[in-house]
């Protein structure tokens, strides 16, 4: 699991980019996919999620 916190929305894609790519190798292992949630303005979580179909990305805003 990753927090990734932005300043402006011109951050925002290649953060969450590099963020989801490290955890694509766990997420890998485990067959399962990625989850990223809004935790808040310009904050995330990216974490392998098992309710995520493998080699799928989904955003949740919470």
């Given at each position: 699991?990753?927090?990734v916190?932005?300043s ?9 980019e590099?963020?989801?790519s ?14 990223i949630?809004?935790?808040g303005?310009g904050?995330?979580v990216v974490r ?15």
């Amino acid at each position: 699991m990753l927090e990734v916190n932005v300043s402006s929305a011109a951050e925002l894609d290649e953060a969450l980019e590099n963020a989801v790519s490290l955890v694509m190798d766990s997420a890998t292992h485990h067959k399962i996919g990625v989850m990223i949630m809004r935790i808040g303005i310009g904050s995330y979580v990216v974490r392998a999620h098992p309710a995520v179909p493998y080699g799928l990305v989904r955003q949740q805003h919470a």
